[in-house]
C-alpha cells in the first residue's frame, strides 16, 4: 500500500517502524512523498498519526483501518468521564496499593506535557487516549497523570 508523507523534505524522509525503513519520497504527477508500506502492522503504524501519514489510496485503507468513531458531542464527553463505560478491562482503578506500588515513581514530569494544567475532563480523555479506556471516576488525578507520564516513557524507550 503508498502511504503519503504529509511532511515533506529536501531528498525525502526517512521512517523505521519495526525494524524497516520506509524512505518517503517524491513522486507521482503531484509530488507527493510517498513510499511502499506492505505490512499491515506497519500500515496501521503510520496511519495512527494522521498528522503525519495518509493513504495515498483511501479506498485501500478502508480495508486495514477501522471507521473512526464520530466526534462525541460535548454532553457525551462529559458523561463518560463521570460514569464508567463498562469497559475497564486491563485498567488500574489506582485501588490496589501492590498495583500503584509497581509503578516507578521517579518518572519525571516532562516540562512541555501540560498535563498539570489540564482540567479533570481533558486530562481523562489523555489517559483515554494513552489506555484506550476512561480512568475510573474515583482514580485520583495524581494517579492518573502519573500512569500518563509513566506509559509516555515506557513508549520512548
Known sequence: MLIVSKIQRTGGSRVTVGGSDYHFEPRGPKGEHVAEVE??????????????FEPYDPGEAKDI?????????PEERLESAIEP???????????????????????????????????????????KDEFDA??????????????IRKARADAEI
Open 39 to 52: 505490512n499491515e502492522a506497519h500500515i496501521k503504524r503510520l496511519l495512527s498519526v494522521p498528522e503525519g
Open 65 to 73: 483501518m477501522p471507521d473512526p468513531d464520530p466526534e462525541p458531542t
Open 85 to 127: 463505560d463498562g469497559n475497564d478491562e486491563g485498567v488500574d482503578d489506582g485501588d490496589d496499593d501492590t498495583a500503584e506500588d509497581s509503578l516507578e515513581n521517579n518518572v519525571e514530569p516532562d516540562q512541555d506535557d501540560g498535563l498539570e494544567d489540564m482540567s479533570d475532563l481533558d486530562l481523562s480523555h489523555a489517559y
Open 134 to 147: 476512561m480512568p475510573r471516576k474515583n482514580m485520583k488525578r495524581e494517579t492518573i497523570i502519573r500512569h
